[in-house]
């Protein structure tokens, strides 16, 4: 898949019409949103799987503690730049962070997999 540089224009307004499980995470997980562990974690199926710098996070009690550690590592901005549904239960989600990690600008790829309402799987690359 290619990212699109510069962002895709339209990103932040396919972004409105992702699933609720998806729109839910992406919220959650920007840094700017005041995060609340039970608002997250309802995005997920109980039996749900994180995979993220090659560690997997299986279950809500693992999923809860890896998105607590990588909230307080750093401080960053989000913007979406490119949005693509491959059907009703694929959708990938990049987002451009800019901030004090080393680096200071990464695009991310969130892959979701999702079976009803929920999210079973999210894949995150660089």
Known sequence: MTIQTPPDP???DSAMHLPEAV???LREADP????????LLAAF??????VDNEHSYTGHDEIHRWREAEMSKYTYTVMATHVEKFD???Y???NRLEGDFPGGVVDIIY???LAG??????????
């Open 32 to 39: 700017q949103h005041k995060a609340n562990a039970h608002d």
């Open 111 to 113: 892959r979701f997999t």
């Open 23 to 25: 729109m839910r995470f």
């Open 45 to 50: 199926a109980t039996d749900a799987t994180v």
């Open 10 to 12: 339209t990103a932040d």
């Open 92 to 94: 990938v989600v990049t």
């Open 88 to 90: 009703d239960t694929r």
């Open 117 to 126: 309402d929920l999210i079973t799987r999210l894949e995150i690359a660089p």
